[in-house]
């Protein structure tokens, strides 16, 4: 070593140590191996002593050794092993703790809660549940009380419970019950997992669903989990499993206001005592724990009864004869026992439906007591109980029909008839139906949009041929061929007259999607659950844009009776939209609000508010002079409305579906009249098909004229021009009729599968026809017969009007 000198190191290129690895005489070290030859001489020569677990070579503290004056010895490769060896000895250190921390801090969180946690008593928790919820009318006279069998409430014991509804309960909610600890750890991590994710998910065993309802709590949080659990465990070390599963039993919600397995035996089958349950009635009950919400949906009893069948087939406590021999059992029908019956049912179930959207449902508010203050305004509902009494009372019973009534400014739903059997379909919200040419108005707001206006002229003359796509459909409108206006139509005239062939030219020049967004925004939802199934509305099998049926009410244009009144309120609101309801609060005992409605509104056309206004009332322009031409004209005030027709798919001078909706300032109300069956033809007591301006039409009159006696007349604001607003000059032409014969389909919507033929075609001069102004339009034939053809609305022998 020169004098003064370092010891030869190994550098880039440079000489190495002797005796070091890859120098004179040295070791050759190992891939992998580290290089001892880096660290200080003095930790080289330390003498290695035999190794233990708690004392590693590697764990020697090696500041020590180090000086300012040694530091200078190492090389920066030297520095950087020994700084690496000392940074990963703390990440371990620091693994070590952390890991400890978390296996003990939920061992010692569980000890803790464990001894704070009480375990709930069935009787306690009994004693909380079935309080009446009391329901108000908008005036504040009571409606109806709702408790259904809970004032007669017992408990039943562990010998009392059949093993069928062990069975089903077990197979439905927690199979392992009797050999769990109380918890399923796998199904709170699922659980936990989609909690985490902003998912809902079920994971509860049988009793952290008792330890749920009789704590009362309900929020989706992993510490009410955790809590839950806990008091699961400590009821199951406490408890027989016999008493927990009885204690369930009569604490858990079944719907139809049963609390508890010996009311919902009554609520669902009546006379039948609970010791002779089936296993498919069981199966039945055990099925409605999930969403009692939901138990007077039929889709909803069918898949959950099915589920329960199957997973009792794959315990083995039901066998394959019996599962597929067995049908489903049907429920007993409803009953109230405060006196409310008919349609007025619904109302209450419509009620009991909102309180679940607004987060007040039946398991909550029966054990506050609340008070439901509704919308519903008792004159307004006897006018159209009374309308449709009246008017379909003398017709067929095989006839359906619907009316809703809300208030266009706030999106209150004043009057409600969905059917006279209060606890069968609810025809206003729970069917779909082709609107027929009730649907055109949305046609006229995707060309007011798109830059037509009530002038733009279309040719107005029927049969009319289209080529979509190399397939030929022939259109015709109603009353044909006498129905029409021109070749030169202004749209407002085709609106009175309801010309098919103009609407279905025009859409087809707009789009389809334009009139599907023009339909959702006045308020036509865009998607639905209609009895237990979601359905998205105006779109194709794919989801893709609607066919150009739509353009007449056909095809895709499938909608709720309810939600017509709601989308014609918002023409009615000057282009406003308003989110029907009808809950206006929700109060405690003490009269204190829990809930207050809060509007939930939007410009609907257009986020200017002058054009917004203005598409509205131009809408509404077009639509008044429907109801004198239809010959349904509201007694002294001014109306707006449209009626629709839908026929039969294989014969157009029948029809199947039949709608009148129309509207005031402070009132819009749709009509629906239909059949159970569908697609079947609509006869009226005569025998005569049904239009939109025959019973439906007379239903809404009656009811309009009812419903506003005494009220001030309202007059709609005058429409402001609006693109090409104006009729053109009458001129005089010479025009030709194609005649064409389409075979037998259903001639008012789109198709693409079954293309038209024509025979020949012939060519016959007519008399002159020059457009329509005003009132020189070709008038309607008239009859004393109501319910002969009406050329609005599809009243004819032809397709949708």
């Given at each position: 070593?020169?004098?003064?000198?370092?010891?030869?190191?190994?550098?880039?290129?440079?000489?190495?140590?002797?005796?070091?690895?890859?120098?004179?005489?040295?070791?050759?070290?190992?891939?992998?191996?580290?290089?001892?030859?880096?660290?200080?001489?003095?930790?080289?020569?330390?003498?290695?002593?035999?190794?233990?677990?708690?004392?590693?070579?590697?764990?020697?503290?090696?500041?020590?050794?180090?000086?300012?004056?040694?530091?200078?010895?190492?090389?920066?490769?030297?520095?950087?092993?020994?700084?690496?060896?000392?940074?990963?000895r703390r990440v371990r250190r620091t693994s070590y703790v952390t890991f400890g921390l978390m296996l003990l801090a939920p061992v010692v969180a569980f000890a803790v809660a464990y001894q704070v946690v009480d375990v709930p008593n069935p009787e306690a928790v009994a004693a909380d549940q079935g309080k009446a919820i009391t329901i108000l009318y908008a005036d504040g006279t009571e409606m109806t009380k709702y408790a259904p069998g809970d004032a007669n409430r017992t408990m039943v014991k562990y010998e009392d419970i059949p093993q069928s509804l062990k069975d089903a309960v077990f197979a439905a909610e927690d199979p392992t019950f009797m050999t769990n600890v109380g918890f399923d750890l796998t199904a709170i991590a699922r659980a936990g997992w989609y909690q985490l994710k902003g998912e809902n998910s079920g994971g509860s065993g049988l009793t952290q669903q008792y330890v749920k309802e009789a704590t009362d709590q309900a929020d989706?949080?992993?510490?009410?989990?955790?809590?839950?659990?806990?008091?699961?465990?400590?009821?199951?070390?406490?408890?027989?499993?016999?008493?927990?599963?009885?204690?369930?039993?009569?604490?858990?919600?079944?719907?139809?206001?049963?609390?508890?397995?010996?009311?919902?035996?009554?609520?669902?089958?009546?006379?039948?005592?609970?010791?002779?349950?089936?296993?498919?009635?069981?199966?039945?009950?055990?099925?409605?724990?999930?969403?009692?919400?939901?138990?007077?949906?039929?889709?909803?009893?069918?898949?959950?009864?099915?589920?329960?069948?199957?997973?009792?087939?794959?315990?083995?406590?039901?066998?394959?004869?019996?599962?597929?021999?067995?049908?489903?059992?049907?429920?007993?029908?409803?009953?109230?026992?405060?006196?409310?019956?008919?349609?007025?049912?619904?109302?209450?179930?419509?009620?009991?439906?909102?309180?679940?959207?607004?987060?007040?449902?039946?398991?909550?508010?029966?054990?506050?007591?609340?008070?439901?203050?509704?919308?519903?305004?008792?004159?307004?509902?006897?006018?159209?109980?009374?309308?449709?009494?009246?008017?379909?009372?003398?017709?067929?019973?095989?006839?359906?029909?619907?009316?809703?009534?809300?208030?266009?400014?706030?999106?209150?739903?004043?009057?409600?008839?969905?059917?006279?059997?209060?606890?069968?379909?609810?025809?206003?919200?729970?069917?779909?139906?082709?609107?027929?040419?009730?649907?055109?108005?949305?046609?006229?707001?995707?060309?007011?949009?798109?830059?037509?206006?009530?002038?733009?002229?279309?040719?107005?003359?029927?049969?009319?041929?289209?080529?979509?796509?190399?397939?030929?459909?022939?259109?015709?409108?109603?009353?044909?061929?006498?129905?029409?206006?021109?070749?030169?139509?202004?749209?407002?005239?085709?609106?009175?007259?309801?010309?098919?062939?103009?609407?279905?030219?025009?859409?087809?020049?707009?789009?389809?999607?334009?009139?599907?967004?023009?339909?959702?925004?006045?308020?036509?939802?865009?998607?639905?659950?209609?009895?237990?199934?979601?359905?998205?509305?105006?779109?194709?099998?794919?989801?893709?844009?609607?066919?150009?049926?739509?353009?007449?009410?056909?095809?895709?244009?499938?909608?709720?009776?309810?939600?017509?009144?709601?989308?014609?309120?918002?023409?009615?609101?000057?282009?406003?939209?308003?989110?029907?309801?009808?809950?206006?609060?929700?109060?405690?005992?003490?009269?204190?609000?829990?809930?207050?409605?809060?509007?939930?509104?939007?410009?609907?056309?257009?986020?200017?508010?002058?054009?917004?206004?203005?598409?509205?009332?131009?809408?509404?322009?077009?639509?008044?002079?429907?109801?004198?031409?239809?010959?349904?004209?509201?007694?002294?005030?001014?109306?707006?409305?449209?009626?629709?027709?839908?026929?039969?798919?294989?014969?157009?001078?029948?029809?199947?579906?039949?709608?009148?909706?129309?509207?005031?300032?402070?009132?819009?109300?749709?009509?629906?009249?239909?059949?159970?069956?569908?697609?079947?033809?609509?006869?009226?007591?005569?025998?005569?098909?049904?239009?939109?301006?025959?019973?439906?039409?007379?239903?809404?009159?009656?009811?309009?004229?009812?419903?506003?006696?005494?009220?001030?007349?309202?007059?709609?604001?005058?429409?402001?021009?609006?693109?090409?607003?104006?009729?053109?000059?009458?001129?005089?032409?010479?025009?030709?009729?194609?005649?064409?014969?389409?075979?037998?389909?259903?001639?008012?919507?789109?198709?693409?599968?079954?293309?038209?033929?024509?025979?020949?075609?012939?060519?016959?001069?007519?008399?002159?026809?020059?457009?329509?102004?005003?009132?020189?339009?070709?008038?309607?034939?008239?009859?004393?017969?109501?319910?002969?053809?009406?050329?609005?609305?599809?009243?004819?022998?032809?397709?949708?009007?």
């Open positions: 070593m020169p004098p003064g000198g370092r010891p030869p190191v190994a550098g880039p290129g440079g000489p190495r140590r002797p005796g070091g690895p890859g120098g004179p005489g040295g070791p050759q070290r190992r891939p992998g191996e580290e290089p001892t030859d880096l660290l200080p001489p003095v930790y080289q020569s330390t003498p290695r002593e035999p190794e233990l677990l708690t004392h590693r070579e590697d764990e020697v503290e090696l500041e020590p050794f180090y000086d300012d004056e040694y530091d200078e010895e190492l090389t920066e490769q030297e520095a950087r092993a020994v700084r690496r060896k000392k940074i990963w989706l949080t992993l510490t009410r989990k955790f809590t839950e659990a806990v008091t699961a465990y400590k009821m199951s070390q406490q408890q027989d499993k016999e008493d927990i599963l009885t204690a369930y039993l009569n604490t858990i919600y079944f719907g139809r206001g049963g609390y508890g397995i010996k009311t919902a035996v009554k609520a669902y089958f009546g006379d039948v005592q609970l010791k002779d349950l089936t296993h498919a009635q069981s199966a039945l009950l055990a099925g409605m724990i999930q969403n009692p919400g939901r138990s007077e949906q039929q889709a909803y009893r069918e898949e959950r009864w099915n589920y329960v069948m199957d997973q009792m087939l794959k315990h083995g406590w039901i066998d394959q004869g019996y599962r597929q021999s067995e049908p489903m059992p049907v429920p007993v029908e409803l009953t109230d026992d405060s006196g409310l019956s008919g349609t007025r049912l619904h109302i209450r179930q419509q009620v009991i439906q909102e309180m679940a959207k607004v987060e007040w449902d039946v398991e909550k508010a029966q054990k506050v007591g609340v008070t439901v203050h509704t919308t519903i305004e008792p004159p307004k509902q006897q006018a159209a109980e009374d309308a449709v009494h009246e008017i379909m009372g003398p017709q067929p019973k095989e006839l359906r029909s619907s009316l809703t009534a809300i208030d266009p400014q706030t999106g209150a739903v004043r009057a409600y008839y969905a059917g006279e059997d209060g606890t069968g379909l609810d025809y206003a919200t729970n069917t779909l139906q082709e609107a027929g040419s009730s649907f055109k108005p949305f046609d006229l707001v995707a060309a007011l949009q798109k830059g037509k206006g009530l002038g733009s002229t279309y040719d107005g003359r029927t049969p009319k041929t289209f080529n979509l796509g190399g397939t030929k459909i022939t259109i015709r409108n109603a009353s044909d061929p006498g129905n029409t206006c021109g070749e030169q139509c202004p749209i407002r005239e085709a609106m009175r007259m309801s010309l098919n062939t103009v609407f279905y030219d025009l859409v087809i020049q707009i789009g389809t999607q334009p009139v599907a967004d023009a339909a959702h925004a006045a308020g036509i939802p865009k998607t639905v659950e209609v009895q237990g199934v979601k359905k998205d509305l105006l779109v194709n099998e794919s989801g893709g844009p609607p066919n150009v049926g739509i353009a007449i009410g056909g095809g895709e244009a499938q909608v709720r009776p309810f939600d017509m009144a709601s989308a014609y309120a918002t023409f009615a609101a000057r282009g406003i939209y308003h989110e029907p309801f009808f809950i206006s609060k929700i109060t405690n005992a003490e009269g204190k609000a829990v809930y207050q409605h809060v509007d939930v509104s939007r410009q609907a056309f257009d986020p200017d508010q002058q054009k917004n206004q203005d598409i509205a009332d131009n809408v509404t322009e077009s639509l008044k002079p429907v109801l004198t031409y239809s010959r349904i004209p509201c007694a002294g005030r001014e109306c707006a409305g449209k009626t629709g027709t839908h026929e039969l798919p294989d014969d157009a001078s029948q029809t199947s579906k039949a709608w009148m909706v129309g509207y005031t300032p402070s009132l819009s109300a749709s009509v629906w009249v239909g059949r159970d069956e569908g697609n079947v033809a609509l006869k009226d007591s005569k025998g005569n098909p049904i239009y939109g301006g025959g019973l439906p039409g007379q239903v809404w009159k009656r009811f309009m004229d009812k419903a506003l006696e005494g009220t001030p007349p309202e007059p709609f604001p005058k429409a402001r021009k609006l693109n090409q607003f104006d009729n053109p000059q009458p001129t005089t032409t010479t025009t030709t009729t194609t005649t064409t014969t389409p075979k037998k389909e259903e001639e008012n919507r789109s198709t693409t599968t079954d293309p038209t033929s024509t025979r020949p075609t012939t060519t016959t001069p007519t008399r002159p026809t020059r457009p329509c102004v005003g009132l020189t339009c070709p008038t309607a034939p008239t009859t004393s017969d109501e319910n002969q053809p009406d050329p609005i609305g599809g009243n004819g022998p032809r397709p949708t009007g």
